[in-house]
């Protein structure tokens, strides 16, 4: 893979970098990451993600790559299908300071987030753990989406992937989210005469790339952030996915994969949702 200090960052909230055409990155990153981590960096590898920790104890970075571990057997068990084919490097810088400095020094940019980003184009998962590792839980969740469900639209891809940020594993084989802090934007929206009327399902479903990307993406973010987190207390986020990514040349929006798992369309079923983010 060719040095990071080629690429050019935007300014982005937590999630997915934009595309950028670059030279390929290689089979196996290990080189990349020693040659811009230094070699005394520990590295340790589980399922697709190379986790590479400087300024980490062997010790350290193994617990993380226990949470990688027990996120994928989860999000592997009934719920994704297909793996990444080729591996992704996550860089996990302990803080703030050396995180921002890789940025400055090597990406010629601040940082997009201060918490992380994945870059498709490089294969690459940069992220401050400083604040905790929900940022990791959300990142891994997008190059996963990549490979399983690559034509998911960004509301969906980041709607699961923000769901994670607050994990919670109860058992083997099993994952959910808990609330988290996208809810009061999400809540002031509903509270407000000038965005209720748009913070709706059917609003969600309609909408495209560029349009979640906008001015308003911190409520986009929790629209389907929520969304998400209310069909699966009701078991139903898993197979309403299923069900649209195996049959998304028919059903672009997903609304009839919706349709099919709830009984309703997103239009109909966007009352009950609402009243069960009030409730939250």
Request: aromatic content about 10%; charged content about 20%.
């Amino acid at each position: 893979m060719r040095s990071l200090l080629l690429l050019s960052l935007t300014s982005l909230s937590l999630g997915l970098a934009p595309r950028v055409a670059q030279a390929a990155p290689p089979e196996d990153p290990m080189s990349t990451i020693h040659e811009e981590l230094g070699v005394a960096t520990p590295v340790v590898r589980e399922g697709p993600f190379v986790l590479a920790g400087p300024g980490w104890t062997a010790g350290s970075l193994q617990s993380v790559a226990t949470l990688v571990r027990q996120a994928l057997d989860a999000l592997y068990a009934d719920r994704f299908t297909t793996t990444p084919a080729r591996p992704i490097a996550v860089y996990l810088f302990p803080s703030a300071q050396p995180y921002e400095h890789f940025c400055r020094t090597r990406l010629g940019d601040p940082c997009m987030s201060p918490f992380g980003f994945y870059r498709p184009d490089f294969r690459t998962i940069v992220m401050n753990a400083g604040p905790g590792l929900g940022t990791l839980t959300h990142e891994m969740v997008h190059p996963l989406m990549e490979a399983d469900f690559p034509s998911a639209p960004t509301w969906i891809d980041e709607g699961i992937a923000s769901l994670f940020e607050a994990p919670v594993i109860p058992r083997p084989g099993e994952i959910h989210g808990a609330k988290n802090w996208r809810l009061p934007r999400l809540q002031s929206a509903l509270r407000s005469s000038r965005e209720a009327a748009t913070t709706r399902l059917d609003a969600l479903f309609a909408m495209n790339d560029a349009t979640f990307r906008d001015g308003d993406e911190s409520l986009h973010y929790a629209m389907a952030r929520y969304v998400c987190q209310w069909l699966d207390a009701q078991g139903k986020l898993w197979p309403f996915y299923r069900a649209w990514r195996d049959d998304v040349a028919n059903d672009p929006t997903g609304e009839k994969a919706f349709a099919r798992v709830m009984g309703e369309a997103p239009r109909d079923a966007s009352e009950a949702w609402v009243a069960w983010v009030r409730r939250l």
